[in-house]
């Protein structure tokens, strides 16, 4: 069964990881997705490695970071900075539904390849533009990495243990939430273009991303007119919901009621906790965390991990482990719920992915292909879209155009 994007071609001009996040979710999708690199180089995680994907030599391959934003995706190898590399572009662009780029502000109005210029001859075009801090403002000069922006966004200042520095979070977060909000942007346009025929340009900036997905922190900010501060494992409106060190290890509880309290005291051998005026109530063990949590600690050190995690589950108490990617994998729900797929590859053979998590009953997911190596399809597009013949390609390649 085709994907429900099927329909849609996406020119996908954007490196690293917000954009390509995006592309590929379309992608996923089933939408026809064609990836544009500089040619001999590519995008610039292709190179950040170590970890390698290897082929049956040993010999380098892929980036794993690469392999992760790259999935069901057609490679073809333009020099946009060329005019006839840039026409190229303007071409494929007509043939396509939504344009995806994430160059400086203004960096591809010196190629002709602006959201005007393309619009100028595709109206309908969907042009998602992403920088660090949008297409205004007076940083809209400058270059955004997610880092930068998990500092600058707030995330750093409400990461990490309460007397420790602040931490970035573990994976580049901020990219993948701006990918998601510009797949969401990118498919709201689609549908307005589907009513009117009007296609539109639309400005993602991480910062913007990262502001917006603060969520109930920015709102506990702007309520209460004090800055969240770092609490570690532990959560700002919630009491007890965090980890504890057992006998053996770490585990996770979670608890969102009062309901789930008591039960919790309960399993834990001390129901009188649960009644007690000073932590009956949500409000209350906030208010009393800092004589609680040593409380539930002292209790839970006591026994192993895997004794608590069948304890609290009986209980319907929410609770976990602490999985490194490892366990993660290993995971009997994880391997139910097949999130783990290989791929095959034209260098390495296989190329292992990580599942797409929407699951739709009508038009699922498609797995078509791995990430594909650099410029894999240039000259099949370039024929079956723009009608070049072999001549013409092996001109624009004897001049590095592609």
Not at 15 to 37: F, M, N, S
Not at 158 to 181: F, H, M, N, R, S
């Amino acid at each position: 069964m085709a994907g429900a994007l099927s329909h849609l071609r996406v020119l996908d001009l954007s490196r690293v990881l917000a954009g390509p996040w995006a592309a590929q979710t379309l992608a996923d999708l089933g939408a026809d997705v064609i990836k544009v690199e500089r040619p001999g180089a590519g995008d610039d995680t292709r190179g950040w490695g170590p970890p390698f994907l290897k082929d049956g030599d040993g010999n380098h391959v892929e980036a794993a970071y690469y392999l992760s934003a790259n999935r069901n995706k057609r490679s073809i190898t333009i020099d946009l900075a060329q005019p006839r590399g840039a026409q190229l572009i303007r071409d494929l662009a007509v043939r396509s539904d939504v344009l995806i780029e994430n160059y400086k502000v203004g960096g591809l109005a010196r190629y002709g390849l602006a959201y005007d210029d393309i619009r100028a001859v595709n109206p309908g075009i969907v042009y998602c533009s992403i920088t660090g801090f949008g297409q205004s403002g007076p940083y809209a000069s400058r270059v955004g990495y997610d880092f930068m922006i998990q500092g600058l966004g707030g995330l750093m200042s409400i990461t990490g243990e309460p007397d420790g520095p602040p931490e970035k979070v573990g994976v580049a977060i901020t990219d993948i939430t701006t990918g998601l909000y510009a797949t969401i942007g990118i498919l709201a346009a689609l549908t307005h273009r589907s009513r009117t025929g009007e296609g539109q340009h639309i400005d993602m900036a991480l910062f913007d991303a990262q502001v917006a997905a603060l969520a109930n922190q920015s709102m506990n900010y702007l309520v209460s007119g004090t800055p969240p501060q770092r609490l570690g494992n532990a959560h700002p409106n919630i009491v007890p919901y965090q980890t504890f060190r057992t006998r053996d290890g770490d585990i996770i509880v979670a608890v969102g009621n009062d309901g789930q309290f008591r039960r919790l005291c309960e399993a834990a051998g001390r129901p009188e906790l649960a009644v007690d005026a000073r932590f009956a109530t949500n409000a209350a063990r906030v208010a009393q965390r800092a004589t609680l949590v040593p409380l539930l600690a002292a209790i839970i050190a006591t026994r192993d991990s895997a004794d608590w995690l069948a304890a609290l589950q009986k209980a319907d108490v929410p609770c976990g482990a602490v999985n490194d990617l490892a366990g993660v994998f290993a995971d009997p729900q994880a391997q139910h719920r097949r999130m783990k797929l290989d791929l095959p590859h034209p260098a390495a053979g296989r190329a292992p992915t990580v599942a797409n998590p929407i699951r739709l009953s009508q038009t699922p997911v498609e797995y078509r292909s791995a990430p594909p190596t650099l410029g894999q399809h240039t000259d099949d597009v370039l024929r079956s879209l723009l009608g070049l013949t072999d001549e013409q390609i092996a001109v624009l390649r004897r001049d590095q155009v592609i």
